[in-house]
T-cell receptor, first 111, second 114 residues
Framework: DAKTTQPNSMESNEEEPVHLPCNHSTISGTDYIHWYRQLPSQGPEYVIH???SNVNNRMASLAIAEDRKSSTLILHRATLRDAAVYYCILRDYSQGGKLIFGQGTELSVKP | DGGITQSPKYLFRKEGQNVTLSCEQNLNHDAMYWYRQDPGQGLRLIYY???????QKGDIAEGYSVSREKKESFPLTVTSAQKNPTAFYLC?????????????FGSGTQLSVL
């Protein structure tokens, strides 16, 4: 099974960086690591994804461990609008290759 | 304005009633998905469709039905057989291939039982 492990919740202060960890020790060599976030009462939105090397976009950075068994989503300067549930996701080939959403990490941002 | 439109935003179901949730997209994506989300939980896959006139059951398909007669539309019917239908329902489309995909979600429908 494609399984990820994330902390249930994290807190951050506004304007500070946030590092959201994810463990995925059973990842296969061709699995991309996907991150989505869900704001309250909304559908999830794509944040970033990567395979091996670190990735950056306008929303966040994704740091992938050399052995690919873990990754970290980095929000460089948290804002109040970044308060959301963040999902780290792999493809589950035992379920037809679908992206499987776990419970995610609920990030709260304090002013 | 491109995207996914789910309607209605709130829906109430009476005992023994079937209700249909609408999902329309203008992103020209082939694959579409229905997820259910219970409070404080992750998303669970109900049904998905890779192409018009074809769909497959997800993890929790019992008590639900779908159709995919047009590329743009993937309605979900919650039947009376679904005994615990109260949840937040999310429709999504997929862009990209099997190893490099991106999902786009609608804003959801909150279904409650009267």
């Amino acid at each position: 099974d494609a399984k990820t492990t994330q902390p249930n919740s994290m807190e951050s202060n506004e304007e500070e960086p946030v590092h959201l960890p994810c463990n995925h020790s059973t990842i296969s060599g061709t699995d991309y690591i996907h991150w989505y976030r869900q704001l309250p009462s909304q559908g999830p939105e794509y944040v970033i994804h990567g395979l091996t090397s670190n990735v950056n976009n306008r929303m966040a950075s994704l740091a992938i461990a050399e052995d690919r068994k873990s990754s970290t989503l980095i929000l460089h300067r948290a804002t109040l609008r970044d308060a959301a549930v963040y999902y780290c996701i792999l493809r589950d080939y035992s379920q037809g290759g679908k992206l499987i959403f776990g419970q995610g990490t609920e990030l709260s941002v304090k002013p | 304005d491109g995207g996914i439109t789910q309607s209605p935003k709130y829906l109430f179901r009476k005992e023994g009633q079937n209700v249909t949730l609408s999902c329309e997209q203008n992103l020209n994506h082939d694959a579409m998905y229905w997820y259910r989300q219970d409070p404080g939980q992750g998303l669970r896959l109900i049904y998905y469709s890779q192409i018009v006139n074809d769909f497959q059951k997800g993890d929790i398909a019992e008590g639900y039905s779908v159709s995919r007669e047009k590329k743009e539309s993937f309605p979900l019917t919650v039947t009376s057989a679904q005994k615990n239908p109260t949840a937040f329902y999310l429709c999504a489309t997929r862009q990209g291939g099997s190893t490099n995909e991106k999902l786009f979600f609608g804003s959801g429908t909150q279904l409650s039982v009267l």
